[in-house]
Every structure is written in structure tokens, then in C-alpha cells.
């Protein structure tokens, strides 16, 4: 069974954006999870693009979260994702701002 998200977001430079995103796989050992994202408003500027979420266990308790970004462009015109990036960026630190209240 695939399961797409269709994810509304703004990104931080105030643009609505709409992108779908689906679990490319799991790996529990390692503890990373790799999404694939796609969508009319990245199937045209990206041949891959793909997100890694990887947890990594502190010594003194709790875990660090490192997000990975592998992307193709469609051509040399394209720039990197920054602004995919920066909402990654922004929604990890609202998360765990959110987490340290608890």
C-alpha cells in the first residue's frame, strides 16, 4: 500500500506552496526514514528529491534529529531547494520549541 500526503505549506519567503510526499522506505536499525517528494511545483525543477529523516541517539538521553536532502535538478538553471530547506529548518525548531514546553 502507498500512502501520498498532499502537504499545504508557506514557505518562509511567504509563498503557499502545495507538494505530496510519500515513505520510500523505513529503516528501523538505523532509524531513518526517507521520503520522496514530489508535485507540479517540484516535478519540473527536480529530477529526484528526497528527504531523510534520521534519529540519533544522545549518550545522556533523548535523540538529535538530522534531516538529509538529496536532490537532481532538471537543469543547471534550477537552484538548490533552500526554500525547502529553510521550511524543514523552521518546522523542526517550532517542534521542538513545542516538545521543551511539555
Known sequence: MLL???ITCKTPDGKVT??????ESIDEANKTI?????????????RVLKVIFEA????EGG??????IEYETTSEEVHPPFGF??????GSRDVDGNLLKA
Open 4 to 6: 501520498v500526503l498532499i
Open 18 to 23: 502545495t507538494y505530496h510526499e510519500s515513505i
Open 34 to 46: 526517507t521520503y520522496k517528494v514530489f508535485g507540479e511545483e517540484f516535478d519540473h525543477k527536480f
Open 56 to 59: 540519533i541517539h544522545k549518550d
Open 63 to 68: 535523540s538529535i534529529i538530522k534531516w538529509i
Open 85 to 90: 530547506l529553510e521550511y524543514l529548518h523552521n
